[in-house]
């Protein structure tokens, strides 16, 4: 048995790893898949892969992106989530911020530096023409940390998914004054090095497993119930997000890699290109 450690968020999109682990779909390959929630996010997951704490995260695509030209011994091998991540600008219930021009020159919880929150910060600020320079950041760790900075006003707003945050919308916690959703699909799979060159085959097994399960998940049956009884969801909202969510079962192109990498260079996230080489393997 092949011991393959993997990280990703404790969201819906996650939720075909769960059902093919409980299936014993990697086991009956000889693969032991071991799972890890990190609700931190991108930024930890991007920590885990340099640590060797985890050998493959599901991780958002700007974030490894960044990440890999910093230094990260970790290759893309696949697009997993097609579709863009449709962020949530998110404020206090009953903050005096009433809309999206607001927010200018306010400061912005994010789950830690260099994660998707702080990335798309800059992304949603160069949207409405906002100097990216001017922007500052509260971390907060996580969404229980972001609904603190929120409500005590250590932080005026937050942007993360917007399903997943729609929860604390409905409890009257956070107000949602607009969305952002990513330029490029949202999540990509992302390898550590050291796995891809000593055990090639078995990652190519694992994605030939997880590609067959995001082919027919939304085909199971009553996949919505699962979903919204999972992640605490309301039935409507699920539906819609199923309706606007796409996996996908191909490699990153070199286009879109350049598209990510030419926003990310020209709002100053990055500050050199790294080649499709140096950053994406197909296995």
């Known amino acids: 048995m092949t011991t393959i450690k993997i990280a990703g968020v404790p969201e819906h999109f996650n939720l075909p790893w769960h059902l093919s682990i409980e299936n014993g779909d990697f086991e009956k390959e000889n693969i032991d898949l071991q799972w890890t929630n990190v609700p931190e996010g991108t930024g930890k997951m991007c920590q885990m892969l340099r640590n060797s704490e985890t050998d493959i995260a599901v991780i958002l695509t700007e974030g490894i992106v960044k ?8 290759k893309i091998v696949q697009v997993y989530v097609e579709s863009p991540l449709i962020w949530g600008i998110h404020v206090a219930a009953k903050s005096n911020y009433k809309t999206l021009a607001d927010l200018e020159n306010t400061k912005v919880a994010i789950s ?16 409405q023409g906002w100097k990216t320079d001017n922007l500052q950041f509260e971390i907060v760790n996580t969404i229980n940390g972001a609904v603190e900075a929120l409500t005590n006003g250590t932080a005026d707003y937050f942007m993360w998914e917007r399903f997943m945050t729609k929860p604390l919308v409905d409890k009257g916690i956070f107000r949602r ?4 959703p990513t330029p490029w699909p949202c999540f990509v799979i992302a390898v550590r090095d050291e796995i891809l060159k000593k055990d090639p085959k ?8 997880i590609n067959q399960a995001t ?56 500050d050199k290109k790294g080649t499709f080489e140096e950053i994406v393997k197909t296995v």
């Open 67 to 74: 990440d890999i030209i910093a230094g990260n011994p970790s």
């Open 112 to 127: 830690r530096l260099g994660s998707g929150s702080q990335l798309m910060a800059y992304v949603n600020a160069d949207n």
């Open 177 to 180: 004054i607009a969305d952002c």
């Open 202 to 209: 078995t990652i190519s097994k694992i994605l030939e497993i």
């Open 215 to 270: 082919l027919e998940f939304k085909d199971i049956p009553s996949i919505d119930k699962t979903l919204a009884s999972n992640y605490n969801q309301k039935m409507e909202d699920i539906q819609e997000w199923l309706s606007l969510t796409q996996w996908s079962q191909k490699p990153l192109t070199e286009k879109m890699l350049n598209k990510v990498q030419n926003q990310l260079f020209q709002l100053k996230i990055i």
